[in-house]
């Protein structure tokens, strides 16, 4: 008997849609469902609306600098309904955009949650049951609030975007990507911000100078941090401002407390036990190198299987999923070297091994370090300075890592990116004449 589809992508982000898009081109029968909105996390409420904040919040920076400058402003105000609307209108026009994709190769779409009843068959919420030959599973992860008393009064990513007012006090549990991310953000449009966290570390994965360099630059533009601090209790006051216990501190008022302590694959109730998929210990669904679960008709993935919570990740694993089961062209991705970015303020970036994974793993290392002042930041009352670092081998002068945190480090680094990925040497970065006067520059001036 013939299925439904050739294949039923549950899950419309990133991954999913990529999958989608491809496999139809391929010339397969493609359907998708999505419980939310099209588009998925990075789309709808992460990545995207989460950079358009950092670039609202920056003018507040630019304009207090244009003065030194000679410019003549008036005193600038901040309204937080213009850019959550505007930020939240493009959220919507991105929409429409991923949608009109789907359209355009002829997938369809069901918006409505998904859950796996068998190898090859899905039931939609509204009770029609779906038969397809290969199921992908692209479901994404979903924000972990940790349990403590008066947590319903906790935001997370996914409504930070639409707060009614802005917080003038905001605390927030977590110092990873999220949480640094927002800490820069909130602080920047003028609240007051605490970021407490359960250990002494900030952004674990990063090279230790430029977490070094993070934290005192962010304390000394206002950020409070509390370590070794977890949430006890938020208890929800009369005048509906939260007040939150934290270990071995005196309780902080906020407006508004927003948990950043990781993500977790969406994958309760999705009925993979049906199929006789065993999720793994943090709820991920358990691929091999070719996205296939252990039930030969369902791939996954995305954030969903736990592998590099990334978008660009899970858009390379979804379009080599669809080459690789509909293009006859059966490939992996190559997870080594990603580079990734925290659009903390300053931003930093990395891509490779860290000095001390370097260290471990290498054995014999050298490590080359700029630690500069910004010609951006000459005219400022800040004396931030940016930090980069080239991590190199000894016994190949492989550029193993670069590490960088100053103004535009992620869109530095993703071009130093394509030199460790293509293994070039330091001798190779020292050839490069230097672009002058550049921040960039610095990558190839150390010695
Ligand atoms: P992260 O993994 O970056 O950070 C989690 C933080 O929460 C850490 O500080 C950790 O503390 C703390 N934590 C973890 N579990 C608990 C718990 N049970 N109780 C208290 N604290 C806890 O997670 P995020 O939520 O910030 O981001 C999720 C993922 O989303 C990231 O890993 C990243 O892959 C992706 N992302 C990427 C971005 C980018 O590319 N720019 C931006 C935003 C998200 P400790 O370290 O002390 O253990």
Redesign the pocket.
């Known amino acids: 008997m013939e299925n439904d589809y050739d294949l039923f992508v549950i899950g419309a982000g990133s991954g999913g849609v990529r999958a989608s898009r491809i496999a139809a081109s391929h010339g397969a029968r493609v359907a998708v469902a999505e419980e939310h909105r099209v588009g998925g996390t990075c789309v709808i409420r992460?990545?995207v609306p989460?950079k358009m904040l950092v670039y609202g919040s920056h003018f507040a920076d630019e304009l207090h600098e244009a003065a030194r400058y000679g410019w003549s402003i008036g005193e600038p105000r901040f309204d937080w309904p213009t850019l959550r609307d505007f930020v939240n209108a493009d959220v919507d026009r991105l929409e429409r955009a991923y949608t009109s994709t789907l359209d355009n190769n002829k997938v369809d779409h069901f918006h409505e949650r998904a859950t796996v009843t068998g190898p090859n068959a899905v039931r939609l919420a509204s009770g029609r049951d779906i038969t397809a030959k290969v199921i992908l599973i692209a479901v994404g992860a979903w924000?972990?609030v940790?349990d403590f008393p008066g947590n319903e009064h906790v935001i997370t990513?996914n409504e930070v975007f639409h707060l009614r007012d802005f917080p003038r006090r905001v605390v927030i549990?977590?110092?990873?990507?999220?949480?640094l991310?927002f800490a820069g953000i909130f602080n920047s449009l003028g609240a007051d911000v605490t970021v407490v966290?359960?250990?002494d570390?900030?952004?674990?994965s990063y090279d230790l100078s430029l977490r070094e360099r993070l934290l005192p630059i962010m304390q000394a533009r206002g950020v409070r941090f509390r370590f070794s601090s977890?949430i006890e209790r938020v208890v929800k006051e009369a005048n509906g401002s939260l007040l939150v216990d934290t270990a071995g501190h005196a309780p902080i008022a906020a407006d508004a407390v927003l948990i950043?302590?990781?993500?977790r694959p969406k994958t309760d109730g999705l009925g993979l036990e049906s199929a006789g998929i065993a999720l793994g210990a943090n709820g991920e669904v358990p691929v091999d190198a070719f996205n296939r679960t252990a039930c030969p008709s369902i791939y996954a993935v995305g954030d969903v299987t736990d592998r590099?919570?990334?978008t660009p990740v899970a858009i390379r694993e979804g379009h080599a999923f669809a080459d690789t089961v509909f293009g006859g062209n059966p490939r992996t991705i190559s997870y080594d070297c990603i580079p990734?970015?925290?659009?903390s303020q300053p931003p930093l970036a990395g891509v490779g091994l860290t000095e001390a994974e370097a260290r471990e793993t290498l054995g014999e290392v050298r490590v080359f370090t700029s630690d500069f002042r910004p010609m951006k930041n000459m005219f400022s009352e800040r004396p931030e300075r940016g930090f980069y670092k080239l991590v190199v081998d000894a016994a190949s002068d492989r550029v193993v890592g670069v590490h960088m945190i100053g103004p535009d480090a992620p869109e530095i680094l993703q071009a130093a990116a394509i030199a460790v990925k293509a293994g070039l040497t330091k001798a190779q970065f020292d050839d490069t004449v230097a672009l002058h006067p550049s921040m960039a520059e610095e990558l190839v001036l150390m010695r």
């Open positions: 992460g990545c989460k924000p972990v940790p990513s549990q977590g110092a990873g990507y999220i949480a991310e966290n359960r250990s570390q900030i952004l674990r977890p950043a302590t990781g993500r590099v919570q990334l990734s970015a925290v659009f």
